[in-house]
């Protein structure tokens, strides 16, 4: 599928790496440890391993279907594919929601942790100049370019990684492999949680297939990209987890571990390595939403669900500067006035359901001929994909569902709106 919307492919396979990586490995690293541990004790590799085998279902089932496209927009051009407009909707505007909840979550995150650097960040005026004066930086140099913006993020990739793969070999080398501990068998509830926790850990590969109109060999670039980020994520996941297993006797009772594993090596000057590589990491996340949130509303308005003025790309730049400044608007103003936590409670069913209609995709675009990168078992791994992402929908709250009802609803009225006052679908 080809984008004619004059969009600069400028992109190549380590933007794409870089793309993974951070949203992959965003603030929840800096706590995963700890809480994994703390859930499944000595079993915690055992259960991360098991969560990142099914998310790589997922992902090969991503995989093939982004080598059939090269247009931007990811889950809502396979939904359109495999479901048809109203389910390329659904998909699109529960991402978009979703992606808004968790930039606010992360700007919190990374406020928090900037502030043990700069107390001066606890006040709420300070706070407040510092979230509209970094979205608005973000979205300034995103609109100069998208390998401007993508550049930005790659840069913060580095710095952020580099710390935590060199904590993690030093710590296994410090405290030797941790010895499995003499435990009983973890108890289904035990497991269960434990397991979502790790679940929940390794998602964010998808979002590189956003931009895919904006990568200079999609088909190519894309699935390898994406699937080696992916891999890189789950290798630093591993060995942070052992690093801790090793160096932290009381894991599971410890709320910063990557702190307390800085601390353990290198003493006080390790609380500031971990508050840096945090700001980072979180800064280097929310580059990554700015670059690739503003593309679903290009989608969306692409396909002619919402206003066309959505996908207007600028003359010099080509790139979509309406959707970029809108949505760092909607950031900033969610941020500021901490409404986004109430988005946050759709962000589970959100994320299956757009996870589903990817192996959906799958399967029905195998009817239609062979992809250029055709994954082993494809339709295999797609019906295991779905069938887990139902079950991890099954544990969400009353207040979930309600929380997406409602979101569905607004979106849904806000469509037929749009469409009455004269959008048409091509």
Not at 127 to 142: D, E, H, K, Q, S
Request: proline residues 5%.
């Amino acid at each position: 599928m080809n984008s004619t919307a004059g969009l600069h492919r400028g992109l190549g396979p380590a933007d794409v790496v870089a793309l993974t990586l951070n949203t992959i490995v965003g603030a929840g690293i800096f706590g995963l440890p700890s809480a994994l541990h703390a859930a499944a004790g000595s079993h915690s590799l055992a259960v991360l391993g098991a969560a990142f085998v099914l998310i790589a279902a997922v992902a090969a089932c991503a995989a093939e279907v982004a080598s059939r496209f090269d247009a931007t927009g990811g889950p809502v051009l396979y939904a359109r594919e495999a479901l048809g407009p109203f389910g390329a909707f659904t998909v699109g505007w529960l991402l978009y929601l979703t992606r808004l909840a968790t930039s606010g979550a992360i700007i919190v995150v990374m406020l928090d942790y900037a502030a043990a650097l700069w107390p001066a960040l606890s006040e709420p005026l300070a706070r407040g100049i510092a979230i509209t004066v970094f979205l608005l930086a973000i979205a300034a140099l995103n609109l100069r370019g998208v390998v401007q913006g993508a550049a930005l993020g790659n840069v913060l990739v580095v710095l952020k990684l580099t710390p935590l793969f060199l904590l993690a070999p030093l710590g296994l080398y410090i405290g030797g492999w941790p010895q499995a501990a003499a435990e009983p068998a973890l108890q289904a509830d035990a497991l269960g949680a434990a397991f979502l926790l790790a679940f929940f850990a390794c998602m964010g590969f998808e979002q590189a297939t956003i931009v895919a109109g904006e990568l200079r060999s999609p088909k190519r670039d894309l699935p390898l990209g994406m699937l080696g980020g992916f891999l890189l994520a789950g290798l630093l996941y591993a060995l942070l987890v052992l690093a801790c297993q090793s160096m932290l006797p009381g894991l599971a009772d410890t709320k910063r571990p990557i702190a307390e594993l800085a601390l353990a090596i290198f003493g006080a000057a390790g609380a500031t390595l971990v508050a840096v590589t945090a700001v980072l990491s979180c800064a280097g996340n929310l580059s990554t939403s700015i670059l690739v949130t503003p593309r679903v509303l290009f989608a969306l308005a692409e396909q002619g669900e919402i206003p066309s003025v959505l996908a207007r790309v600028s003359g010099g730049t080509r790139v979509p500067g309406v959707a970029i400044m809108l949505t760092a608007s909607i950031i900033c103003v969610l941020t500021l006035t901490g409404t986004f936590v109430h988005l946050a409670t759709i962000a589970v069913i959100a994320r299956m359901l757009m996870y589903a209609s990817i192996c959906v995709a799958l399967l029905v675009l195998r009817r239609r001929g062979p992809a250029p990168l055709a994954v082993p078992g494809g339709p295999v791994l797609a019906v295991l994909a779905i069938a887990s992402c139902a079950l991890v929908m099954t544990t969400a709250s009353a207040e979930a569902l309600r929380a997406v009802g409602i979101a569905l609803l607004a979106g849904y009225m806000l469509r037929i709106a749009w469409r009455r006052f004269g959008v048409t679908t091509p």
